[in-house]
C-alpha cells in the first residue's frame, strides 16, 4: 500500500496516537498506510530539548522521504495561516515530487481571516490592504498563503474546504476523507501488498 | 557567483523592489548573486487572482530550483511563527539539497512568544502546556517551530538571531549580513564570474 505522510498539527492534541489512529484506520480503507510524524523511532534520552526537537525534525524528514504522497491538515493555527512545520513539510514534499493534498476546517477566505486577524489594516494608495505593520494582505482568492495553495495544484493533490464545527476545528475528518479519496483515484485502485 | 534565493514576507513591505535592492548588494559584497520572489517573469494578464497567485507560486518554485542556496526571513508573521510561504520555501529548498539559512529579527524563544499570543493557556496533567484549542504549545528552546530550525541545521545552513527595534522589525538586515558571512564560510572565498 502507498505510505501516505500525515502532517498537521495534530501532533500538538490531547491524545494524539488516538486520532492518529483514526487516521490511519481511514487511510486502510482507501488501500493506503497513513504514517504520523510520532511513528518515528527515535532515542531521545538524555538529549537536551534543543537537541530533541532537531533530532525529531530529522526523523519527520525520514518519514517523508519513505512516502509516497502526503496529506496535510491546514486549518489555521494560532494565526490566519497554517501551522508553519506542516507548511515546511508540503514544501519538502512537493520538491520531492510527491503529489501533496491538504485539508482546511476553516472556509474563510485568507484575505478576510487576515483582515480579521490584523487589527488596524488600512488602504493603500494602490488599494491594496496593508496591516499595522505597514505589511500587504495578499488577496488572491485563495484558502492561504499562495505557496501552500500552489504547490498542492502544481503536484496533481486536491485542496478539501470545509467549514467544521468550533469544537472539531482541528479532528474532523471529512475533508482528510475527502483526500483520501482524490489520492485514490490518483493512486488507481487500491492493490493490496501482502 | 551562486544564486541565493532571498525567501521572506519581504515582498509585503511598502517598497519590496528597494527592499529586494538592499539585499542584492549586500549580496554581490560577500560574492552572491540575489534572487528576488518578484523578479520571476510572469504574464499574470487576464488571469483571476486565484490563476495569477498559482502562477506566482510555481514561479517562486522555478526560482528556488535555479538557486544554490536560501537565505529566508523568518521574523514572527502575523502570529507567534514565521510566514507559512516562507516555511513551505524553506522545505523546498531543503528536499532539493540546498543549504537554508535564516534569520530572525525578533530574540524571544519560540514557546515563550507562542504562550504570550495564546491567551488563556493552561498547564496539562503531564506538566506541559497547551492553549485555548487545547493543543499543545511546543517546548524546545528553539526560535520556532522545529522543523523550521531542524531544517536549517540539518542543511548546513546557519540561523541568526537577533532582537531588532521595533520600527525595524522586518527590514532590520543585520540578522540576514550575519548569515551572508555564513554561506561565504560555506561556499568559500567568492568566485567572481565574469
Redesign the interface.
Known sequence: MPRVYLAG?D????DPLAFAEKKKDLCRTYGFEGVFPLDAVLDLAGL???E???R???G??ELIRSAELVIAQVTP?????????T??????????GLPVFAYTNDAQEFSAR?KA??AGFRT?ADGSL??A??????????A????????V??SGGHLAVRAAVREE??TDLVGFEECLKAASRLFGPATKST
Open positions: 498539527p501532533v500538538f492534541l490531547p537536551s530539548p534543543r530533541a526537537g532537531l525529531i525534525a530529522h519527520n524528514e493555527f494560532r494565526g490566519p495561516s497554517a501551522d508553519v512545520g507548511a515546511y513539510e508540503m514544501g519538502f514534499a512537493r520538491a520531492l487576515t486577524f490584523s493603500r496593508e496591516d505593520d505597514h505589511l500587504q494582505i495578499e488577496s488572491f482568492e485563495l492561504d498563503n499562495l505557496m501552500l495553495v500552489g504547490g495544484a502544481d476545528r482541528y
